[in-house]
């Protein structure tokens, strides 16, 4: 006759006991939804509550307080594959948690969101972060009327979309006009004599209204420049090159796309002229231009361009 190796011990109808005022306050709070310590005679707030002081052995004061709901992660020890006794079916966290206003921490399970079994703790898991109750909707008037801690929402990401026009002002609008017939058009300071290009309708350097159109060629100097490695829909591959182009006969750069070489080889001083679209193809936007390309013409000196850096 073979005996069977497991042995158990039960209590048919359950283990029952007298919980006291102290516990059975707790107890009772949980039940309604709220948490509660009592105070020691020393001030200090325990929860879970207890009937005596543990560092002094006397009584508590019998003085209830309300704190949390929302504590702070003391420690933890994380759960990659939970048991059937465990309160949660996925990966999550033991946590002591000192819920605000308390002196001592409550241990209880902190759910992540994760379910992947055997997961690695997430990188949101940390001693301090904040954490919040979830009740349960049925309540008995036990510890498991916490369902579990969730971390608090600290982060949304939040679709976002603006749409708008840009209206552009009498220079701008003339500037695009200009570029709408393959023309590049400044202004030109009555103080300091710069082009200004785009036009901006006054000079940024002395203040004054500017008037003067001039026209200007479609070549420049580089004077400094990026090599970009994040995908643009307006640059023609990954690495490009955004730039400042000195156009020839201009006082300020402007910001436009390098091609036509490799971003390695792109330098200051190098020599570069527009590559526009197909006419047909042109409309008031600086879209007309693609990028500006090399010329096959000696580098300008960097002592000519470096007041313009």
């Not at 069977?4 to 009772?28: E, M």
């Not at 079916?89 to 209880?108: E, N, S, V």
């Not at 994040?230 to 402007?254: H, K, N, Q, W």
């Amino acid at each position: 006759m073979r005996s069977d190796p497991n042995h158990v011990l039960a209590f048919p109808g359950g283990y029952t006991r007298s919980v006291g005022p102290v516990i059975g306050r707790f107890l009772s709070e949980l039940r309604d939804g709220r948490l509660v310590g009592v105070r020691t005679a020393g001030g200090r707030v325990l929860v879970p509550p207890a009937e005596y002081d543990p560092e002094t052995g006397e009584d508590v004061t019998g003085e209830f307080v309300e704190v949390g709901p929302v504590g702070t992660v003391t420690t933890w020890s994380w759960v990659p594959r939970p048991a059937k006794e465990h309160p949660l079916d996925r990966p999550f966290a033991w946590a002591l948690i000192r819920p605000d206003g308390a002196d001592t921490a409550l241990l209880h399970a902190l759910d992540l969101g994760v379910f992947d079994e055997g997961a690695k703790p997430p990188r949101s898991l940390r001693t301090g972060m904040r954490v919040r109750p979830r009740w349960r909707a049925e309540r008995t008037g036990g510890i498991g009327d916490i369902a579990c801690f969730l971390p608090e929402v600290t982060m949304i990401n939040a679709p976002t979309r603006l749409e708008y026009r840009l209206q552009g002002g009498r220079a701008l609008d003339r500037f695009l006009e200009g570029i709408a017939e393959g023309r590049i058009l400044g202004h030109r300071c009555p103080v300091c004599d710069q082009v200004i290009v785009p036009m901006k309708g006054l000079c940024p350097r002395d203040g004054v209204p500017t008037g003067e159109e001039v026209e200007l060629p479609d070549t420049g100097t580089v004077t400094t420049f990026a090599v970009n490695n994040i995908p643009d829909p307006r640059a023609p591959e990954v690495p490009f090159v955004s730039a400042y182009v000195l156009l020839d006969g201009a006082g300020l750069t402007m910001l436009t796309l390098v091609a036509g070489i490799p971003a390695d080889q792109v330098r200051m001083g190098m020599r570069v002229k527009a590559a526009w679209r197909p006419r047909e193809e042109w409309g008031r936007t600086m879209a007309n231009i693609r990028w500006f390309e090399p010329l096959d013409e000696p580098d300008v000196p960097f002592d000519e361009i470096k007041d313009y850096l």
